[in-house]
């Protein structure tokens, strides 16, 4: 994987598109990223993190995944990788979750945004599971924020209003209730204080650049480097699953010459 291939396309940085795969049906596949957790500890959110960030396919491990006629079949391929996402501190599961993974792992300390030793507790968790681990705050991530979202928070820095520490407290308090019901349901506390602090300081930010300020915070982009650095056992992992493919179609009977041929081709690579 190179820099040079992770430039944004649309919003979307896809950052398996330069690793070069060993076969044509595979150059720039979407990665496929199991995205784990333990209840509460945010693995949808990531997952939709993921999703928009990086152009990837993210799936929450455990959640139903549909089968309609809208259905992503790309949801049904192998994972890639798994995002195993942690909380304040790596508990049993997570371990256990680390120690059966057959994919690389990259473990997240989500949540960020509402820890103020965010780091310091992911140092600890990373000393406890001895691998690295990147704390993250996927909400603002992920937050599509629009126009109207913008003059909101403006319309409330102008008239100086200030976020609580109890976000309830702020819901009912607010001017509008029903923009800060999704305000905070969109950003966290968090979120909403750096949007109204950075609407404060800059009044020509407008929706995507608010959004781009939000994510560069948020350490989600801090993901790149240790998924690059898996990109090779991954194009491993891929190649074994196809070979493993072509073989069980050539014992079955289905197009066994082309198979065969094929699986030489491979061979020699």
Known sequence: MHADTLGEVDGVEPILSGLAFDGPDFARTPLVVDVSGAPGAGSSTMAA???ARFGVVARPVGQDRGDGPDHDRRLDDPADLLIRVIGAQARACDRAAI??????VVVV???????????RLAANASEDLACPVHPVSALPAAARI??????????????????PESAAAFAAAAPDQGSAARLLALLGRAGLVESLAAVSTDPDLDAQALAVRLRQASGLDALVAPIAAASAEIARGRRVRRLSGLRLHAARGFDRVA???????ERVR
């Open 49 to 51: 993190a993921l999703a």
């Open 99 to 104: 120690r059966a993974a057959e994919v690389p």
């Open 109 to 119: 300390a989500a949540k960020a945004d509402t820890r103020p030793d965010a780091d």
């Open 146 to 163: 629009t126009s109207a979202d913008v003059d909101v928070l403006r319309s409330w820095a102008a008239a100086g209003v200030r976020v």
């Open 259 to 265: 198979v065969e041929r094929r699986l030489a081709g």
